[in-house]
C-alpha cells in the first residue's frame, strides 16, 4: 500500500518532539524541568468554564454553522477591532478550532503550487511545514541580533522576493525568539507588502500577551487591511491551550473561503467552546491580569538568572513567554560543537529541558550563533529558581 508523497514534506512542531524525550527521561525516576513547551500551567478561569458546561447542560452540543456562531463572531469583531484600532464586521470573522488551522487555510487559499511564501526562520514551524506541504516554494527571512533583541533583515527579506512570492507570513511578538517590531519595522514590511501585492498572515497569537508598552497591528496600517488575514487565539490570553478556539479576520472574500474550508474539514467548531469563548471576552479580565502578573516575575527571574550563567545572554522581552539566550560560548565552554548535543547533556546532568534554534526552521547560511528557547509558561518561579541554578552550577563545573 502507498503512501501520498506530500506526505514527505510534512513537518510538525517539534518541541513535542522535546517533550517526548523529556517524558521518557523522567519516566527513568528523573526530576524535570519544563521549559521545552508553551503550554500554560495555569488553569482556564472559573467563569469561562462556568459558561461551557452552562451550554452543554443547555444543549449546545450539535452542529452550528461553519463560520462559527454569529454571537461569537459579532462579539470578535468589536473586540478585535477594538484593540487594533480597525473596523472589523462580523462577516470577516471566521471562527475556528484554535489558531494552528488559520495558518493552513491561509495558504490553502492564497498560495497556489510553485508560488512562493516569506516567512520568519527562526519561526513557528508549521509556517515551513505546511508551505512545503501545500506545494509552495519556502522563503525563510531571517532576523539579526540588537541589543534589544532581534530585528527583521529587510534587506534579505527585499532579496527573496520574486514575481511567483505570493504571500508573507509576519510574526509580530513572535514565537520563539520573542523580536516585537518597532514601528518602522511594521511599516516596512507593510510598504514592501504593497509594493509587491503580496497577501500577509498576520500571526497575532501573543498580542495581547505582554507585559509594557501597547500591540499593534500590521493591519491597521494604511493599505493593509484588505490584504492581512489576523490570526487570533484565546489559547494564550486565556489559557484555554486545548479548548481549540480562535479565529481568522479576512477581508471579506477570503473569509467566506475559509468558512468553506471549515465546512470541508471540521464542519464547525466545537459549540459549547465557542459560547466559553464569549464569556472569555465578555466576563472579568481579572483572570488575564493576574497570569500576566505571574509571568512578568517568571521573564524576570528567567532573564536575571540566564545572564547569570558563564557564556549566555539575553535581552529582557516585552512580551510572548520565551526567551532565546544566545548560549554560543556556553556550548563552546563544553567542549560541544552542537547545540543539540548540549541541550541533551542538560537534560541528563541538570534535569532542565528546552528546545534549540533548530526546532525552528532549518538554520540558514551564515549562521554561527547558538541560541536556545526557554518557555516560562508551564514552570513556576521555585522550579524556575531551582532548575536555571542547577544549569548555572553545571555549566560553572567545566
Not at 8 to 34: M, Y
Not at 253 to 266: C, F, G, K, W
Not at 325 to 348: C, I, K, N, S
Request: net charge negative.
Amino acid at each position: 500500500m502507498k503512501i501520498a508523497h506530500r506526505i514527505d514534506d510534512l513537518g510538525t512542531e517539534t518541541a513535542f518532539a522535546v517533550a517526548q524525550a523529556a517524558a521518557e527521561w523522567k519516566a527513568k525516576g528523573n526530576r524535570i524541568f519544563p521549559f521545552h513547551l508553551g503550554d500554560i500551567d495555569i488553569p482556564t478561569a472559573p467563569h469561562i468554564v462556568d459558561a461551557m458546561n452552562a451550554a452543554i447542560a443547555d444543549g449546545k452540543t450539535g452542529y452550528c454553522p461553519g463560520p462559527g456562531i454569529p454571537e461569537l463572531r459579532a462579539v470578535l469583531a468589536d473586540d478585535i477591532g477594538g484593540q487594533r484600532g480597525m473596523p472589523v464586521d462580523a462577516e470577516d470573522v471566521v471562527v475556528t478550532t484554535g489558531g494552528k488551522p488559520v495558518i493552513t487555510k491561509f495558504l490553502q487559499t492564497v498560495m497556489n503550487p510553485g508560488e512562493g511564501v516569506l516567512y520568519p526562520n527562526p519561526g513557528f514551524p508549521i509556517y515551513e511545514s505546511q508551505i512545503e506541504y501545500l506545494g509552495g516554494v519556502p522563503l525563510p527571512y531571517r532576523y539579526v541580533p540588537t541589543p534589544d533583541g532581534f530585528a527583521i533583515d529587510l534587506d534579505h527579506l527585499r532579496s527573496l522576493i520574486t514575481p511567483q512570492t505570493t504571500a508573507l507570513i509576519y510574526n509580530d511578538l513572535q514565537n520563539p525568539i520573542s523580536a516585537e517590531s518597532t514601528d518602522a519595522e511594521r511599516e516596512a514590511v507593510a510598504k514592501i507588502a504593497q509594493e509587491h501585492d503580496l497577501w500577509v498572515l498576520s500571526d497575532e497569537a501573543y498580542f495581547e500577551m505582554r507585559y509594557e508598552g501597547e500591540s499593534r497591528s500590521i493591519a491597521a496600517l494604511p493599505g493593509m487591511q484588505e490584504r492581512t488575514v489576523i490570526l487570533y487565539t484565546f489559547s494564550k490570553k486565556f489559557a484555554m491551550t486545548g479548548s481549540r478556539l480562535g479565529c481568522a479576520v479576512a477581508p471579506r472574500e477570503v473569509a467566506n473561503i475559509i468558512s468553506t474550508l471549515n465546512t470541508n474539514d471540521e464542519s464547525c467548531t466545537t459549540h459549547f467552546v465557542q459560547w466559553a469563548g464569549i464569556a472569555a471576552l465578555q466576563g472579568t479580565q481579572e483572570p488575564v491580569h493576574r497570569m500576566l502578573d505571574e509571568f512578568r516575575g517568571r521573564r524576570d527571574a528567567v532573564c536575571d538568572l540566564v545572564n547569570g550563567i558563564p557564556g549566555m545572554s539575553v535581552a529582557v522581552p516585552q512580551s510572548t513567554f520565551y526567551v532565546f539566550p544566545d548560549v554560543t560560548e556556553t556550548v563552546q565552554r563544553m567542549g560541544l560543537t552542537d547545540v543539540g548535543e548540549f541541550a541533551q547533556q542538560a537534560l541528563h546532568a541538570t534535569g532542565v529541558s528546552f528546545c534549540t534554534r533548530e526546532h525552528f526552521g532549518r538554520r540558514q547560511p551564515g549562521e554561527d550563533r547558538d541560541y536556545i528557547r526557554l518557555a516560562y509558561s508551564g514552570i513556576g518561579l521555585d522550579d524556575i529558581t531551582e532548575g536555571l541554578g542547577l544549569l548555572r552550577d553545571w555549566v560553572e563545573s567545566v
